[in-house]
DNA sequence: ATGAAGTTTCAAAAATTTTTGAACCAACAA
DNA sequence: TTGTTGGTTCAAAAATTTTTGAAACTTCAT
């Protein structure tokens, strides 16, 4: 296979994969793309590369760097910025689920924490209030464990979990 | 707060989480509906509930019942079918997990695989086939980890994992 | 100041995903 | 066989998400 087919490909499936997990298409084009650069792109490079406006660039370029996932690199003299990938891998999933857990799995804990207020004290209600407690219960401790998760370092989880969890 | 309110506003946020991951809004609020539910209901009660069509609640059910989220019930004498909701919360996640690996995660790392073979000795080219390499490694470790956490229990989840850890 | 190079913003347009509803199919009772 | 109830399908419509591109803004050099 040619180089930049090869490049190509793996472009379009890593935005694939990341529109599946939170992160739209062109964002995660674009991190693909930097990925494998092997120098810092300015917006306009990759604006041609991927075929996109300027406002679709500078926006997701933007949110690859708020989710830690991109990093911008100013070079002496050169006015205009670049952009560079995270290429840790282990880093890129830690700032993903950091990411998802406070947009998604907090706000869902908030509101599993109000609806067991119900002042109601049917067999109905209380039905219900148990339900809602089996599932506040899981996902607090998917919460933590998310969290020890985002904690460990890289080398933990390639070592040990795999030997730990079998 | 009201039972009703209560049951309402988790409806709508199970819908909201379940959109951001791969579930769609409908398709989780048919989940969330059945969970709260009481007794199973019929494809009309779900429609009724959640104000939606008879195809929309159909195609809904069907691919809730391919996730092994919902079950099928069948009543003596009942030609309408009713429907269940999978409760325990970790069956829920192990059985998304399974899902999502087969339509993203493995579909990926067969792209890697095939996207390693670059027939190119520059030295542009072995830097690429690096970086896809590292790619593979961790995603390989992502996946094998990921079947490990599916085949372990409930129990060994809410227990043990916390513990170790840390 | 003025202009050039680069960045940001955002309303409108395009693309994508979801939902509707009517036609069709299946099982059964009369 | 026919009518009724319930399930399935899918093209078209609606809703939602993403992208565009032009205007506004910023920074810096002259």
Redesign the pocket.
Known sequence: MKLEESKDKFIQSWGALG?SWGI???MAQIHALLLISPEAL???DIMEAL??????A???I?ALIDWGLVYKELKAGE???FFVAEKDMWTVVRNIITQRKKKELEPMLKVLEEISNVDDNSPEAEEFVQVIREIKLFSNKANSTLDSLVKSDSNWFVGTFMKMIK
């Open positions: 529109s739209n298409r062109t300015s917006a306009e075929q996109i406006s300027r406002g679709n500078n926006m997701n933007r006015r205009r910025e």
